[in-house]
């Protein structure tokens, strides 16, 4: 699986956000999906991730309620909107697919993409 993120661009605080990730190949539906983050001299952070039924879904604490993950299987495409964007938003956001169900910890992900940057300004 082929992985590319995009959607991230320069934006005030308080806005939104939505970020793609377009995959390749013909199991997209058959895999997790999941969101990292990293900000400049930090590690890369889990952000949310979601089932190949869309059925469950795993928010890490800093963005639930401003962060919405989704997936469109017949597009093999997964999504993510954000919203209340905050300077600490600032990062390379990565989308991961793997086989495991959804999973803060990125070695349950097999497939990773470039990423996109978000810029949040205050």
């Known amino acids: 699986v082929q992985l590319q993120a995009s959607g991230g661009r320069l934006v005030q605080a308080g806005g939104s956000l939505r970020l793609s990730c377009a995959a390749s190949?013909?199991?997209?539906?058959?895999?997790?999906m999941g969101w990292f983050r990293q900000a400049p001299g930090k590690e890369r952070e889990f952000v949310v991730a979601i089932s190949w039924s869309s059925k469950s879904t795993y928010y890490t604490n800093a963005v639930k309620g401003r962060f919405t993950i989704s997936r469109d299987n017949a597009k093999n495409t997964a999504y993510l909107q954000l919203n209340s964007l905050k300077p600490e938003d600032t990062a390379v956001y990565y989308c991961?697919?793997?086989?495991?169900?959804?999973?803060?910890?990125?070695?349950?992900?097999?497939?990773w993409g470039r990423g996109t940057q978000v810029t949040v300004s205050s």
């Open positions: 991961a697919a793997g086989r495991a169900a959804p999973i803060a910890i990125s070695s349950g992900y097999e497939f």
């Open positions: 190949g013909r199991t997209f539906s058959s895999y997790t």
